[in-house]
């Protein structure tokens, strides 16, 4: 059986614009904090990735699909599941939910690298532990 990360935020007045409804560009900021936050629950944060293995976790590419709104002082629920994973890469889908309604789905494929930006291996130690994250699905 899979796990999905869970990741909640509340939308603040600053992530607004004056109708009080989310600026579309923080919804990639509420990604990577889940994303974050994802890296330090199996025991691993940036900086201990980039001072332990020397790599960084980078963003290739993100598609993302905006569904509904979110407005001030909303409370939001981010899902996160690791999709397919290869020797130096791995998709991240990420569902933002308001309630039980979808509001935004997002791939996200993201790369380890060097510090010369050159991809490398993601060490197994990160991947063993976000093996029991790999799915093919999410459940709402």
Not at 16 to 33: I, M
Not at 40 to 68: D, H
Not at 103 to 117: C, M
Request: proline share 2%; aromatic share 16%.
């Amino acid at each position: 059986m899979h796990e999905n990360f869970f990741h909640k935020l509340k939308v603040y007045y600053e992530d607004t614009d004056s109708g009080g409804v989310v600026y579309y560009a923080n919804y990639l900021k509420y990604l990577e904090r889940a994303r974050t936050e994802a890296l330090f629950s199996i025991g691993f944060s940036n900086k201990k990735v980039q001072e332990q293995f020397g790599s960084l976790i980078i963003v290739k590419s993100c598609n993302i699909e905006y569904k509904k709104s979110a407005f001030l002082e909303d409370e939001l629920t981010i899902r996160s599941f690791v999709k397919s994973i290869t020797k130096t890469s791995f998709f991240m889908n990420q569902i933002i939910t308001k309630g039980e309604e979808i509001i935004v789905e997002a791939q996200v494929h993201l790369v380890f690298v060097n510090e010369d930006g050159k991809p490398v291996k993601i060490p197994d130690d990160i991947y063993s532990k976000f093996k029991p994250y790999f799915c093919d699905t999410i459940k709402v």
